[in-house]
């Protein structure tokens, strides 16, 4: 079991810098979850954890040991990879026991283990095929086995579940939670899917551009995002960004109102100042999504309950919400509040 | 659909691969058909007329000891060339694999000798080990050893050895490194994480991934110390000190063009190209299911 911390971490490729210093404190057993679009630099913030990737400057801890010059053997943490990286050439028993036998572990021993974890992830009936006999959910499975046997202080996670179809996805989702969960091991997890990081994390880091833009329980993040890009990024579909100006406001030069989808409410037009023409609508059953065009030209998109009336495409609504809702985001993107 | 293109007949395809069927008929088919023919004879001293035999070329081969002594050095020595050829192509193509900056111009110095021919290459390493103005030789005296592979078996051997294994350093360094490279650097790192210190990971990982390159490289190696460092031995030792590096391809020259024994030397060809044949067929049979993982 074990903590990870932190501490101002920073990479560079050459002269460019990719991770623009990054704060934080792992508590033992957490769930940490690394979200941001492609190319932000999650990867690298967790290889560098991993110690795949050398540390330009700041420290990583873990139990409270700065590790930056550690060897990755010497880490005590398991990984997996997106395409698994399992070894071709051994059977699914001999890629689980393989970090064993390096540690000596007695063979009877290694067999417990194995076939616990074999049971754990359904993969007993092929313990004795090869990687490319797998399908793609069943080489999954063996390289999150691979990671469990070894009982490592630390899982890392790189975007694991990406080569799955989506029910797969939803299904070893959630088995990674639970799994997770059994054995209180503290783990950090890269993706790019928002809905993994929301329902996975206990904690989850939002990067952008290099940088940890938000670090905090997903719903605290969901409902009061630091930036204007966290707002955006957070939360499907997205939320509604209006010019502050043109809605009559004077904050800030360039300042932009955030507003989320489920938070504006379509009324007659004469019950308000702003209304759009509904371009299209989603019905999804449950809910419905209306897309519109303000008048003044920006885009809105609300989200509002399946059983109310679906707007006809041409029409004009009008467009409500309560104050409370609104997130102020000054020009640079960060939140103003009042 | 798969574009073919259908010729009319057969005059313009059978114009079109005629030079390749000639050039092989003649310098292939023909010089075999010749040796075969021939190794079932005994030409009288003055070439005049020839003796059938049999397959007596074949009894009395089999039974010479100088023969049977050629086999051995033949062994010996494409053992010896393949494992210093490949040994020393890996070690470089393992430190290339992990080098990131230069490695493009340490690339372009390591291929170079392979443009290098095998009578020139010979040359070079005779004239520096040349026992009496060798550069060498000369820095080994200095270290008190008396290098003289005219007179020492072992020496000549271990520099017809040198010689041969130098040239063919490039083209398994080539191989090697592409093998390297094809291995994805994800289940590298994966050994890594799983505790496996650069060692263990070469034995338990990369070698085994390796294997059909190695495979494929271990028999082109051997059919190049049969048949292509004629060129090493010939410049170098002429195949003595006495027999000492006579291999099976020398001694088919040194009998049938220096000692005029032209049945025995044909024989030997028919052996040679039996044992050619053997190992093309091993290799093509393992490179059609080359993956075996
Ligand atoms: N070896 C490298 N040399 C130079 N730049 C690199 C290297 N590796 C990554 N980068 C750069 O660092 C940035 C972060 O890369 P990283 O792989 O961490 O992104 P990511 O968030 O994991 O993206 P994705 O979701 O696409 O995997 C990218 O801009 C990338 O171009
Ligand atoms: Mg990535």
């Keep these: ?338 | 659909m798969e574009k073919r293109v259908t010729f009319k007949g057969i005059w313009l395809p059978l114009l079109l691969v005629a030079p390749q069927i000639v050039i092989t008929a003649v310098f292939f088919f023909y010089p075999a058909g010749q040796a075969i023919w021939q190794s079932l004879f005994i030409p009288d001293p003055f070439g005049l007329s020839m003796q059938w035999v049999g397959l007596g070329n074949f009894e009395f081969l089999l039974s010479d000891r100088f023969y049977r002594a050629s086999f051995l050095t033949t062994a010996i020595f494409s053992i010896l060339v393949t494992v210093v050829s490949m040994g020393v192509a890996l070690y470089l193509a393992v430190l290339a694999d992990r080098l990131i900056k230069g490695s493009g111009t340490y690339r372009t110095l390591l291929i170079w000798p392979y443009a290098v021919a095998p009578a020139v290459a010979g040359v070079l390493w005779l004239f520096m080990f040349n026992t009496r103005v060798g550069v060498v030789t000369w820095y080994i005296g200095l270290l008190g050893y008396d290098w003289n592979h005219v007179l020492n078996e072992g020496e000549a051997m271990g520099l017809v050895v040198v010689a041969s294994a130098w040239g063919r350093i490039s083209y398994n360094f080539l191989f090697f490194l592409a093998g390297l490279q094809a291995i994805p650097k994800s289940v590298i790192e994966a050994a890594a994480i799983d505790g496996a210190r650069f060692w263990t990971r070469f034995r338990t990982i990369v070698f085994p991934l390796l294997s059909p390159t190695t495979f494929f490289l271990l028999v082109v190696n051997i059919i190049y110390a049969f048949f292509e460092t004629f060129g090493v031995i010939h410049t170098i030792t002429g195949g003595g000190p006495q027999q000492a590096t006579t291999i099976l391809v020398y001694k088919v020259y040194a009998d049938g063009f220096v000692g005029q024994d032209l049945g025995s030397s044909a024989a030997q060809s028919v052996i040679l190209l039996l044992i050619v044949s053997v190992l093309t067929v091993v290799q093509f049979k393992y490179i059609e299911r080359r993956v075996h993982y």
């Design chain 1, 1 to 338: 079991m074990a903590t990870v911390a932190l501490e101002n971490l920073r990479k560079s490729y050459g002269k460019t810098e990719v991770i623009h210093g990054v704060d934080i404190d792992i508590a033992d057993g957490e769930f940490i979850v690394i979200v941001g679009p492609s190319g932000c630099g999650k990867s690298t913030l967790l290889r560098m954890v991993a110690g795949l990737e050398t540390v330009t400057s700041g420290e990583v801890r873990i139990n409270d040991r700065a590790v930056n010059d550690v060897e990755p053997m010497d880490r005590d943490i398991a990984m997996v990879f997106q395409n698994y990286a399992l070894y071709p050439h051994m059977s699914v028993f001999d890629n689980m026991a393989y970090g064993l036998k390096i540690a000596k572990v007695p063979t009877d021993e290694i067999k417990k283990r194995v076939d616990t974890a074999a049971e754990i992830l359904q993969l007993e009936p092929y313990l004795t095929r090869r990687p490319r006999e797998l399908s793609g959910g069943q080489r999954q499975r063996v390289a999150m086995g691979r990671a469990i046997v070894r009982k490592p202080a630390v899982f890392l996670f790189d975007e694991p579940l990406s080569n799955l179809d989506a029910k797969l996805r939803v299904q070893m989702r959630l088995e990674i939670k639970s799994l997770q969960r059994d054995l209180g091991v503290t783990s950090l997890y890269v993706t790019h899917d928002q809905v993994e990081a929301m329902t996975l994390a206990d904690r989850m880091i939002v990067m952008n551009a290099g940088v940890a833009d938000q670090i905090g329980k997903p719903l605290d993040v969901y409902s009061d995002p630091a930036t204007e890009f966290v707002a955006g990024f957070i939360g499907s579909p997205p939320t509604n960004f209006l010019q502050a100006k043109r809605l009559g406001r004077h904050i800030e030069d360039g300042a932009k109102i955030g507003i989320r989808p489920e938070h504006i409410r379509l009324v007659p037009q004469t019950e308000t100042d702003l209304a759009g023409t509904v371009v299209y609508s989603e019905p999804l059953g449950a809910e419905t999504l209306v897309h519109l065009k303000l008048l003044d030209g920006q885009d809105a998109t609300v989200r509002q309950d399946g059983a109310l009336p679906i707007p006809a495409e041409g029409e004009t609504c009008g467009l409500s919400w309560e104050p409370a809702s609104e997130m102020v985001f000054g020009k640079g993107g960060s939140r103003i509040r009042s």
